[in-house]
C-alpha cells in the first residue's frame, strides 16, 4: 500500500597514500581507509564506543595491514525479517527515478520544498548540500572541516541541523543561508536525524532512539527499538512520516518502521533487489537514506554513493 500522510562507514579522508582506492562517481575512497571505519564500527557495535573513538583520535593512523573486510559486523539477516509472521512486511514499487551524486557518501537525506537536503561522511569529503530533486542541479554546498565526518541531517523550521560521527558536535545552519549558526555537544556517536515537529530524534548506531530538545539538544526521552528476537541495533538514517518513525539498518536491504511512543516494531521494508550495480556497490557503499514526499505519500530512498534516489509505494507481502 501507498505511504500517506497520518549507523560501513569511512574513517578518513578521500585521499590517502597508500594501496588502491575504488572509484565511485567522482568519489575516490582509499581502500585502508575503509578498512579502518569498518573495524571502528564494529568496535561500536560491540559497545566499545570509547575504544574506537580513541583510535580515531591516534596520529597518523593510515592503515598498513592489507586489504579491508568485505563487511562489518551483521546482525539483522534476511531470515529474521522474512521468517516471522508477527510483523507486516512491505515489498515496494518504483514510481520515479531521480538522479543523485555518485560522490556523495550520503549519511543524512530530508526532502523539503522539492529540495534535498542532504548530508555526507568521510573525512576530508563531508558536506551539506541542497539540490533540486527533480534535475539533480546543486543548489547550495557548504564542505564541513577535513577532520570532522559529517552524519545525519534534519530540516526543522528554518534551522538545519547535522550530526558528526565520533566528534560530539550537532552543528546548526540558517536554512536561508546556509550560515553555521550555533552547536551543540552531546556523549555518543552520532549516526541519522529526523524531528516529530517538536523534537529532534536521533540514532547513534544502537537500538536506541534519542528525542531532543532542539533549542538545547538535551535528552527528552529514550526509546529502545526491538522485534520479537531481539534489540534492534546498527538503526541509521531516520525519518519520521505519518507518525511513525523509519531506520534504515546499516548493511541491511531492509528499512524498519517503528513506534515512535514505545519502539515497537510496526513493520519492516524489504528493499532487496534495489542496488542497481551489486557488483560494484558493495559494502561500504551500502543503502543508506530515506525522506517522505507529503505531495505524494510515498518515499524517497538511495544509498552511499549510488546513482539514483528511488521514489517507491508499498504492497503489504
Known amino acids: 500500500m501507498s505511504l500517506t500522510p497520518g549507523a560501513a ?7 590517502t597514500n597508500t594501496g588502491a582506492a575504488p572509484m565511485i562517481g ?11 571505519r569498518s573495524l ?29 573486510p568485505t563487511h562489518g559486523p551483521v546482525q539483522l539477516t534476511s531470515e529474521r525479517v522474512l521468517g516471522q509472521s508477527a510483523i507486516p512486511v512491505y515489498r515496494y514499487r518504483v514510481v520515479k527515478v531521480h538522479p543523485h551524486d555518485t560522490s556523495s557518501y550520503t549519511e543524512g537525506f530530508v526532502l523539503e520544498g522539492g529540495s534535498i537536503y542532504e548530508g555526507t561522511g568521510l573525512y576530508g569529503r563531508s558536506r551539506l548540500i541542497e539540490w533540486d530533486l527533480a534535475s539533480g542541479r546543486v543548489l547550495r554546498e557548504r564542505a564541513l572541516d577535513p577532520n ?20 560530539n558536535h550537532a552543528y546548526v545552519y540558517d536554512r536561508r543561508t546556509f550560515e553555521r549558526i550555533g552547536a551543540f555537544r552531546y556523549t555518543e556517536q552520532g549516526w541519522g536525524m529526523t524531528h516529530n515537529g517538536t523534537h529532534l530524534i536521533t540514532s547513534n548506531g544502537s537500538s536506541s532512539i534519542v528525542f531532543r530538545d532542539p533549542a538545547t539538544f538535551e535528552r527528552v526521552r529514550t526509546i529502545f527499538v526491538s522485534d520479537a528476537v531481539a534489540p534492534l541495533g546498527f538503526l541509521n538514517e531516520l525519518e519520521y512520516a505519518d507518525g511513525k518513525l523509519y531506520a534504515n539498518v546499516w548493511q541491511s536491504p531492509f528499512i524498519a518502521i517503528i513506534d515512535p511512543v514505545d519502539g515497537r516494531m510496526l513493520g519492516w521494508i524489504d528493499l532487496s533487489g534495489l542496488n542497481p550495480d551489486p557488483a560494484k556497490l558493495v559494502y561500504p557503499y551500502v543503502l ?21 534516489v528511488w521514489e517507491i509505494a508499498l504492497d503489504l507481502r
Open 288 to 308: 543508506n537514506g530515506i525522506a517522505f514526499d507529503k505531495a505524494t505519500g510515498h518515499l524517497l530512498v538511495t544509498g552511499k554513493c549510488w546513482p539514483h
Open 26 to 36: 567522482r568519489g575516490r575512497i582509499g581502500r585502508e581507509a575503509i578498512g579502518r
Open 148 to 167: 570532522v565526518f559529517g552524519e545525519g541531517v534534519t530540516v526543522m523550521g528554518e534551522r538545519i541541523y547535522q550530526l558528526t560521527y565520533l566528534d
Open 9 to 15: 562507514r569511512d574513517d578518513h579522508a578521500a585521499n
Open 40 to 68: 571502528m564500527k564494529g568496535l561500536a557495535g560491540l559497545g566499545l564506543t570509547a575504544l574506537a573513538a580513541g583510535r580515531a583520535r591516534a596520529a597518523g593512523e593510515q592503515s598498513h595491514t592489507g586489504e579491508p
